[in-house]
């Protein structure tokens, strides 16, 4: 198949959140047996716009806008535009910052020179854009946002005006959310929950919605002989607010059960963006890295991997490396939400209580076979079920439904 893939982030193997590392599983799966033109925002982090160089090196057919760092009255124009479309329109922020009217261009160019079979748009902020073509279209919803009532809670913890902004943006997305939907032929989701969550907010479009948990590229399995005694990690993009919460709920109530039950345990909180009350947990026992080039040196490090998860949706990929390195993994029901695949449950010790994951962690921390098997037992699940390979099959399994119902 001639396929158009149109992502708000190139795919990349270290990066800082979800979206690049899904896409670049998406592009190993099936660029050995289809034709693959890939669309893109890169900027202004630089590593995006190093993995669009990398992407032209190895032949791949890829255009990219690509936004630069501004300096000055650029950036303030740059910041104006931002938020005056913002207080202008209906859209959330996050749509907005990947709405470019060059891409649009690109867009149109690529419908009409190329016959594509099949056009997949991975994040709903590419929902933003017009897609002018007979193809099938295929949208992956990384994450869907229910509808909730005002969080006051959070007025009391932040700036008014920030919390004010916060809040009317989430509530903008229920809208934005249901008309990206019936734009399109298929709707992916990663998990039971954002399904039901689609048909709760959509019901009429519930025919379109299919599940499809994500896969990601094995990485080398990590060598136990580098395990440090004691050490636990949390990875994971401090840009999205779950993570910001479990590494919060991690420092401040589950380490102090660990000192207790495991004494010289050490926590390593790994992610970019960390704010400052992430920030503020770091002391003796507890060090946070900030952006690191590659996780898997730290994964390797420790002897458990602990994702508290309480909030978000969507799969977690901090779980799923974790699981496809080889390590023991302890989270949440949140945290492995999505992992149950043909009725078999996910390797992993979850518990929902700080106590709970406390006394597990411990546990494993304690045993060193009973964490190595389990650590064996999930990189072999994560093979089997969620490889780049496995999760190309299934987009061409929903591909190849969708094309036949349009025969």
């Not at 032949?59 to 535009?81: K, S, V």
């Not at 969620?386 to 025969?407: G, K, N, P, T």
């Amino acid at each position: 198949m001639q396929i158009l893939i149109v992502t708000p982030m190139p795919p990349q193997a270290q990066p800082t959140n979800a979206v690049p590392l899904v896409v670049q599983a998406q592009c190993s799966g099936l660029a050995p047996r289809h034709a693959l033109t890939l669309l893109t925002v890169a900027g202004p982090d630089p590593d995006e716009r190093a993995a669009v160089g990398r992407a032209h090196a190895i032949g791949m057919d890829i255009h990219a806008i690509e936004r630069g760092e501004l300096y000055g009255l650029r950036r303030w124009q740059r910041r104006w535009r931002l938020v005056s479309s913002w207080l202008a329109g209906r859209y959330p922020f996050r749509t907005i910052w990947f709405w470019d009217a060059g891409v649009q261009r690109i867009l149109d160019r690529l419908l009409a020179e190329t016959p594509f079979d099949l056009v997949m748009v991975q994040d709903n902020a590419m929902g933003i854009y017009h897609y002018r073509t007979k193809a099938p279209t295929i949208l992956t919803e990384m994450e869907v946002r229910r509808p909730r009532q005002i969080d006051w809670g959070i007025g009391s913890r932040a700036s008014r005006v920030r919390w004010a902004l916060a809040e009317a943006d989430w509530h903008r997305w229920h809208r934005y959310q249901r008309a990206v939907w019936r734009r399109f032929d298929r709707v992916l989701v990663f998990t039971a929950r954002d399904a039901a969550g689609i048909q709760a907010i959509a019901p009429e479009l519930v025919e379109r919605v299919r599940i499809n948990p994500f896969g990601i590229e094995l990485p080398p399995q990590a060598d136990p002989d580098r395990e440090e005694p004691g050490t636990i990690v949390f990875s994971g993009g401090f840009s999205h607010i779950p993570n910001v919460d479990a590494a919060l709920w991690l420092g401040n109530e589950i380490m102090p059960l660990l000192r207790t039950r495991y004494p010289g345990v050490r926590l390593i909180i790994v992610g970019s963006f960390p704010p400052s009350a992430v920030l503020a947990l770091a002391g003796d026992d507890i060090i946070v890295t900030g952006r690191v080039a590659e996780v898997e040196p730290f994964l390797e490090r420790a002897s458990v991997m602990l994702a508290p998860l309480r909030i978000g949706g969507g799969m977690r990929v901090k779980v799923l490396q974790g699981m496809a390195s080889g390590k023991a993994v302890v989270t949440t029901p949140l945290g492995a939400e999505g992992l149950t695949i043909a009725g078999c449950p996910p390797p992993l010790a979850v518990a929902t209580e700080a106590e709970e994951l406390a006394e597990l962690t411990a546990g494993l921390l304690a045993a060193a076979d009973r964490r190595r098997v389990l650590g064996r037992r999930a990189r072999a699940f994560v093979t089997e079920h969620f490889s780049h390979q496995a999760y190309a099959r299934r987009l061409e399994q929903i591909a190849a439904e969708l094309q036949a119902a349009r025969v």
